[in-house]
T-cell receptor, first 110, second 113 residues
Framework: GIQVEQSPPDLILQEGANSTLRCNFSDSVNNLQWFHQNPWGQLINLFY???GTKQNGRLSATTVATERYSLLYISSSQTTDSGVYFCAVFGSSNTGKLIFGQGTTLQVKP | DTGVSQDPRHKITKRGQNVTFRCDPISEHNRLYWYRQTLGQGPEFLTYFQNEAQLEKSRLLSDRFSAERPKGSFSTLEIQRTEQGDSAMYLC???????????FGQGTRLTVV
């Protein structure tokens, strides 16, 4: 089945810094989503981005489907950005479910 | 739109007991998914429904696990004869039919003692 790899696994930033999180996937995909898992465990939708670029405030995401990767940019990071970020994909040959990466744990220090 | 709702939020049970979790999807969504997440890992797929039909089950879903969605609305996930290894966060998600955006509930955290 499709493999999803995220990097880096852990990231520590000072408040105000920018960061880039990466998601690589091993096969063509029909869908890609970025989530932020809050401290209580809920997955919050950030982006639904099978291709192209989207922006939402200080966050933006780019998916280059032909090269099998997606990037999540966080600018001017705040302590509330801390948590785990997941990307998840529907593979083109496996449309029944989202396959998740292992996540990037972000800690933003004041 | 009240989002995906899961109940209970937390469950502590003794090894060997049966537990049942409920998920109410977003009302117009006909796909419903169950995932399990252990500490430090990404969510792992368990099963999904389209309307009342269970279309796929993971090998993770042993015969102690059963899921139902009898009327194509809410779903239940039952674990029989719980084991300590079943301790995890159980997440439910829903989406419209096809490859569309999925939305997750708050999860049910199970602790087996």
């Amino acid at each position: 089945g499709i493999q999803v790899e995220q990097s880096p696994p852990d990231l520590i930033l000072q408040e105000g810094a920018n960061s880039t999180l990466r998601c690589n996937f091993s096969d063509s995909v029909n869908n890609l989503q970025w989530f932020h898992q809050n401290p209580w465990g809920q997955l919050i939708n950030l982006f639904y981005i099978p291709s192209g670029t989207k922006q939402n405030g200080r966050l933006s995401a780019t998916t280059v489907a032909t090269e099998r990767y997606s990037l999540l940019y966080i600018s001017s990071s705040q302590t509330t950005d801390s948590g785990v970020y997941f990307c998840a994909v529907f593979g083109s040959s496996n449309t029944g479910k989202l396959i998740f990466g292992q996540g990037t744990t972000l800690q933003v220090k004041p | 739109d009240t989002g995906v709702s899961q109940d209970p939020r937390h469950k502590i049970t003794k090894r060997g007991q049966n537990v049942t979790f409920r998920c109410d999807p977003i009302s117009e969504h006909n796909r419903l998914y169950w995932y399990r997440q252990t500490l430090g890992q990404g969510p792992e797929f368990l099963t999904y429904f389209q309307n009342e039909a269970q279309l796929e089950k993971s090998r993770l879903l042993s015969d102690r696990f059963s899921a139902e969605r009898p009327k194509g609305s809410f779903s239940t996930l039952e674990i029989q004869r719980t084991e300590q290894g079943d301790s995890a966060m159980y997440l439910c998600a829903s989406s419209r039919e096809g490859v569309t955006e999925a939305f997750f509930g708050q999860g049910t955290r199970l602790t087996v003692v």
